[in-house]
């Protein structure tokens, strides 16, 4: 029975874009106002949405996504050094994540479609907070991004940072059936005696929780196999050093989009600076964020790394 499950694709007809913009800036803060309500009561201590304003709209928007398992404290501190540069930035938390319980299980009932309707809200909240929107995430949050890029056409710069849209090392043919058998089995928990505790990241994997960012992942990779992305400006920061992540499923990604006109810009960071899969989170990257930052923030604010730093090195092509 398992093997026949993992055998049968999950659809993924289903995951499309909804669109309902902000009108306006004070509907854009409504509409969050309404999700901090809901969240009251619910989260840990650090881990609920955050929008950082200058009370009106800006010429330049921030959307962070945070990664799988973690919350939007993930991105606070690169989240104020964009308010720095003038911009409006929303961090919103996605769904089932940062609750008080702190159980990765939490996660067993998250759906792709739960992530889908979670990017169409960040992007509609987004548009009414300024004239060009830029959404950016790392891991889980890169395929969310991903999604985004291939479906919302309102928003003007996307950066995918490490996304997962594989499993590191994991062959295609497993990881498809992955997909299949997970999304429709129990959920299984495990949790690595190596893994430090974080007050604001679940420790462990969630293997139901992690089939619905992979099933996301597909159901974009197809989508780019038939259609041109509708975001035009699009950077993929990959890690040699990741050992989380199939970069090898990113590069395929971004050869679909490449073939079908779209100019993507590549950058991966090289193995000898022994980086984590995580390079955001202050509690995972730590003093290598002097060399992590300056990287994803320059692709947010200019499509491209700092004048310092070298230029970006093309995403190779799956060998």
Known sequence: MALLLALIP???????????????????????????ADEQGKLCDTCESRLLTHGERTQRVAVLIHG????????????????????????LRMPYHGLESMDVGELSRLTAEDLVVYADEAVDIAVGLGDEVTVAGISGGGTVCGWIAQNRGDVDRVVLVAPFLGIYRLPSPLDYMFINLFSRSPDFDFISSSEAASDHIYQGESTHGVSQFLLLGRAT????VDSPPAVKDISVITNENDRQVSNKLTDELVDSWRESGTDVTGYSFDISLGLPHDVIDMVN?????????????????NGEPPAADAAPRPVASPQ
Do not use: C, H
């Open 285 to 301: 990257v730590r003093e290598k964020s002097a060399i992590t930052y300056p990287v994803v923030i320059g692709f947010i604010v």
């Open 221 to 224: 990779r197809s989508q780019a």
């Open 10 to 36: 999950v659809g993924t007809g289903g995951l499309k874009s909804q669109p309902d913009p902000a009108d306006s800036y004070e509907e854009a803060v409504a509409r969050f106002d309404a999700i901090i």
């Open 68 to 91: 799988l398992t973690n919350s939007p404290r993930q991105f606070v501190e690169m989240g104020e050094e964009l308010y720095g540069q003038g911009y409006n930035v929303l961090i």
